[in-house]
């Protein structure tokens, strides 16, 4: 008996569309969540498909804001917008960045920093999936999801009337609320309890422990410890030497766009890594590969490279500086050796 293939019509609204990959995502989180015993390989292709689908979604339901403007505006390049083009789906919509800008300078939308870096975030998350590997787990995908929940709940409420929706656009909000419960719910948890070890470490570590902000899951709880790895205890993430020195001078320091003595990661005279900071607010310099640590007065700044570089008394200076008395008078006080060494060689 031959089985004849029942044609089924595949019709979703751009709205849609985009509340069923955040249903989906929620989903797929709150079965993790579920079921601790899951294999390693089941929970990574979940926690892929959470990451592509709540980007997905969010996003989807950013450009259907615009769409509803104009249906132009969801066209990368409005030079070549076409009705016909939007119809066989024949295009590259616009997308990250760009599309939270046009939302800004069409629509008289502004995410707030916190949104936009939270949204940014997650994009990176995809994008590393996508196109490198998985290094995620289910913690940090966890915040992801209760920061950019926070962003769809907003636009939803202010930018969305949801009287208006159809019948399967409500019925898939719905669903996402219930699920979004159990999911804060487990959320808040694993805080509560990243907050009492954090206490605990304090306790022990005191001024020896340094808290930034975790790159990957965004939560306060990136920890360093005297001589130790660096390692969020929320998600466990263990960030490079270079990330946790961006981390350091973005939370500690708290100075972004500041003048170049206090800016820049240089290199360090111990490992030779760039990744030394110096942190005069705090009083000290600090390494975050080889865990080089010194009072910031053990510093200067070379008046001829402008690079800083260590120092240990006056001796320091002299060992470089030739027996030669006019050579001595060309030198400046604060020179790195380097300097003093080229300075040096054209005499020689």
Not at 155 to 181: F, H, R, S, T, W
Not at 277 to 288: H, M, P, Q, R, S
Not at 318 to 326: A, C, F, G, T
Request: net charge negative; proline share 1%.
């Amino acid at each position: 008996m031959d089985k004849k293939r029942v044609e089924t019509e595949f019709n979703y609204s751009l709205l849609e569309n985009g509340l069923d990959f955040i249903y989906s995502a929620v989903k797929n989180i709150s079965e993790l969540n579920g079921n601790r015993l899951l294999k390693s390989e089941h929970k990574n292709r979940i926690i892929k498909y959470v990451v592509l689908h709540l980007y997905s979604g969010i996003e989807l339901v950013l450009k259907n804001i615009l769409f509803a403007v104009h249906w132009s505006f969801v066209f990368a390049d409005l030079d070549k917008a076409e009705r016909s083009l939007l119809e066989t789906g024949n295009f590259i919509s616009i997308g990250g960045k760009g599309l939270i800008k046009r939302l800004e300078n069409l629509c008289s939308i502004k995410l707030t920093s916190n949104e936009a870096k939270a949204l940014e975030g997650l994009r990176n998350k995809r994008n590393r999936i996508e196109h490198f590997n998985i290094k995620e787990n289910s913690f940090s995908v966890e915040s992801s999801i209760n920061k950019c929940v926070a962003l769809l709940v907003r636009v939803l409420n202010v930018y969305y009337d949801i009287d208006k929706m159809n019948v399967a656009e409500k019925e898939l909000l719905q669903k996402i609320c219930v699920l979004l419960g159990k999911t804060q719910k487990h959320y808040d948890d694993a805080i509560i309890i990243a907050n009492r070890v954090l206490v605990e470490l304090r306790r022990q570590y005191d001024e020896n422990l340094i808290v930034m902000n975790c790159p990957s899951c965004g939560e306060g709880f990136l920890v360093k410890k005297t001589d130790e790895e660096t390692k969020c205890i929320f998600c466990g993430y263990e960030p490079s030497a270079e990330e946790v020195a961006d981390c350091y001078v973005n939370d500690i320091m708290q100075f972004l766009g500041y003048e170049y003595e206090r800016n820049l990661l240089f290199e360090c005279h111990k490992c030779g890594q760039e990744t030394l900071v110096l942190d005069y607010e705090n009083g000290k310099a600090i390494c975050f590969s080889c865990n080089f640590e010194f009072d910031i007065n053990n510093f200067k700044r070379c008046n001829e490279c402008l690079q800083p570089f260590y120092v240990d008394g006056d001796s320091k200076y002299k060992s470089y500086i030739s027996d030669d008395e006019l050579c001595f008078e060309e030198f400046d006080f604060d020179v790195c050796p380097t300097c003093i060494e080229n300075k040096i060689a054209k005499y020689e």
